[in-house]
T-cell receptor
Framework: DSGVTQTPKHLITATGQRVTLRCSPR?????VYWYQQSLDQGLQFLIQ???????AKGNILERFSAQQFPDLHSELNLSSLELGDSALYFC?????????????????FGPGTRLTVL | AQKITQTQPGMFVQEKEAVTLDCTYD???????LFWYKQPSSGEMIFLIY??????QNATEGRYSLNFQKARKSANLVISASQLGDSAMYFC????????????FGKGTRLSVIA
């Protein structure tokens, strides 16, 4: 158990709908990362939040948005869903600071949310 | 930009034997971190081992060791005494210099351990 929790574990919905995925980081971790894992694209970074603020953006579609709340949990909102959005969505968290390349900055992943768009 | 290459889509190994999973990387930054993750069929991503670019010694964690060859830009994972439970996808990943930055992943290698 990594200490990162994600809900729900599975989500089945229809095209055009909107869903919200939730993540709670490990205790003490201020950084939250969202990744998408699909069969054709592999593991892709979507977006990162650090202590409530957006820190980095990856290959995130405009239909997708995220936020991190004062209690540090994060939500990923996916709207106008398409068949191609079906994937495993991971949240990861890491500790604050540390030297570049130093230990202690490992990212620990939650169990993922498997989204199926029909 | 950072890039990770895993050239072995699938590997087979006999139980109790050792296996090496290849990973090469590309970066122009002198400081970086390299990671290996395991993803069993259940889907979760499990952190295995970490190697810092300035670490003098190869990282080891139990049956996992990392064969780090900086000049060749390779960070191969060695699993000793393979077990049936080692069957999974294995991903090599890199983190750019700043500590709180996203990981860049390779496409993974599927390891199958045969009894």
């Amino acid at each position: 158990d990594s200490g990162v929790t994600q809900t729900p574990k599975h989500l089945i919905t229809a095209t055009g709908q909107r869903v919200t995925l939730r993540c709670s980081p490990r205790s003490g971790d201020l950084s939250v990362y969202w990744y998408q894992q699909s069969l054709d694209q592999g593991l892709q970074f979507l977006i990162q939040y650090y202590n409530g603020e957006e820190r980095a953006k990856g290959n995130i579609l405009e239909r997708f948005s995220a936020q991190q709340f004062p209690d540090l949990h994060s939500e990923l909102n996916l709207s106008s869903l398409e068949l191609g959005d079906s994937a495993l969505y991971f949240c990861a968290s890491s500790v604050v600071g540390g030297l570049a390349g130093g230990p202690g900055n490992e990212q620990f992943f939650g169990p993922g949310t498997r989204l199926t768009v029909l | 930009a950072q890039k990770i290459t895993q050239t072995q889509p699938g590997m087979f190994v006999q139980e109790k034997e050792a296996v090496t999973l290849d990973c090469t990387y590309d970066t122009s930054d002198p400081s970086y971190g390299l990671f290996w993750y395991k993803q069993p069929s259940s889907g979760e991503m499990i952190f295995l081992i970490y190697q810092g670019s300035y670490d003098q010694q190869n990282a080891t964690e139990g049956r996992y060791s990392l064969n780090f060859q900086k000049a060749r830009k390779s960070a191969n994972l060695v699993i000793s005494a393979s077990q049936l439970g080692d069957s999974a996808m294995y991903f090599c990943a890199m983190r750019p210099p700043s500590g709180n930055t996203p990981l860049v992943f390779g496409k993974g290698t599927r390891l199958s351990v045969i009894a």
